[in-house]
């Protein structure tokens, strides 16, 4: 987790003056003058989604709103919001790290914010990444479970027995939920997808393959959306 925890960044929703965890999503450059927040369109459709950053001058979090528009797919569940430079300079100075792009090496690392480690008092909130590691489905496992390999990476799920990278002990895995839009990583720590979702009998943890996003980006196969922000 040492390697990758600075590289994925918590996204969370704030109602009225309450703030609430809502998923997750990483630092992205994919052209020069390009760079900001990847996530799951399903995260970033919601209203008031915000950041956790700090001032240079400040040690307490404040919440930056994520404003303007955002490139979306449907089909595909990811979207990305370009940062203009101020809010990249906050997110750098808040600790977080872009993701450069890898290849899958076998072991994938899925890492972001579980809402149930991540909870929430009114205006502060829990700052928790976490990591699940495992295998790649092989070739005859992606045909069984009647997923698209040259679109989605996966891996078997099993939260009761899960390995710690750091510590190497067993541990019981917190409910996924909320890590929607963070990281897959290889063991480089580079970034080679994002989190959309578990198969439904909760076996199978997926997401979209960075290739497959960058290619629809590439190709303007996208939506342009207003992110919505309303504070009334």
């Known amino acids: ?11 969370l929703q704030r109602n009225g003056e309450r703030i609430e965890s809502v998923g997750s999503a990483v630092i992205l450059r994919f052209a020069k003058n390009r760079v900001g927040l990847l996530s799951a369109e399903h995260v970033f ?22 404003e303007g528009k955002r490139y979306s797919s449907d089909i595909g569940d990811w979207a990305f ?14 600790g977080y790290e872009e993701s ?15 809402i149930s480690r991540n909870k929430t008092k009114k205006t502060l ?5 976490y990591s699940y590691s495992a295998l790649e489905l092989s070739d005859s496992e992606y045909i069984n479970y009647s997923i698209d390999k040259s679109i989605c990476i996966a891996v078997h799920y099993d939260k009761k027995n899960t390995i710690d990278r ?12 909320g890590m929607s839009g963070g990281g897959i990583f290889n063991i480089k720590g580079e970034l080679i997808g994002i989190i959309t979702n578990q198969s439904e009998d909760g ?9 497959c996003i960058l ?18």
């Open 125 to 129: 909130v829990q700052n928790r990444p």
């Open 45 to 66: 459709k919601e209203k008031n989604i915000c950041i956790p950053t700090k001032e240079s001058y400040e040690q307490t979090p404040f919440y930056s709103l994520l």
């Open 81 to 94: 919001v370009i940062s203009d430079e101020k809010f990249y300079h906050s997110l750098k100075e808040a």
């Open 166 to 177: 750091d510590s190497g002990a067993s541990i019981q895995f917190p409910d996924p939920h």
């Open 203 to 211: 076996r199978i943890f997926y997401g979209l393959r960075t290739t």
């Open 215 to 232: 290619t629809e980006l590439l190709h303007g196969k996208y939506e342009l959306r207003d992110m919505i922000v309303d504070l009334s």
């Open 100 to 114: 450069s792009i890898g290849s899958p090496m076998g072991i994938c690392i899925f890492a972001g914010f579980p």
């Open 1 to 11: 987790m040492e390697l990758i925890k600075n590289k994925v960044c918590h996204l």
